[in-house]
Nanobody, 124 residues
């Protein structure tokens, strides 16, 4: 059974940084493309960043380009999201997601595996 477990969320002041981690178990992590999404109550779950299984291709939402960085360590079955210069409007639950495939996937429907989410709160 595939399991994804996020960690690293918390409370941070505007302009601060956080690094989220997602550890994956139960499948060959290196063959899975991964993504980070975020969701606020009453809104859709939106893509933040995504990375190919090899780590050589990534995608970012326009709103986070230049501030966030997605990376992965296939030896540790872990994908990371480094978030810098955080803004209050980025307060949300952040989810890690995984899918089989060799590309980069940016649609929520592309992903079959999800973590439980980790809360990120950015205070003003």
């Amino acid at each position: 059974q595939v399991q994804l477990e996020e960690s690293g969320g918390g409370l941070v002041q505007a302009g601060g940084s956080l690094t989220l981690s997602c550890v994956v178990s139960g499948h060959t992590f290196s063959r899975y493309a991964m993504g980070w999404f975020r969701q606020v109550p009453g809104k859709e779950r939106d893509i933040v960043a995504a990375i190919s299984w090899s780590g050589d291709t990534s995608h970012y939402a326009d709103s986070v380009k230049g501030r966030f960085a997605i990376s992965r360590d296939n030896a540790k079955n872990t994908v990371y999201l480094r978030m810098n210069s955080l803004k209050p409007e980025e307060t949300a639950v952040y989810y890690c997601a995984g899918t089989q495939g060799s590309s980069v996937y940016i649609q929520k429907s592309d992903y079959g595996y999800w973590g439980q989410g980790t809360q990120v709160t950015v205070s003003s």
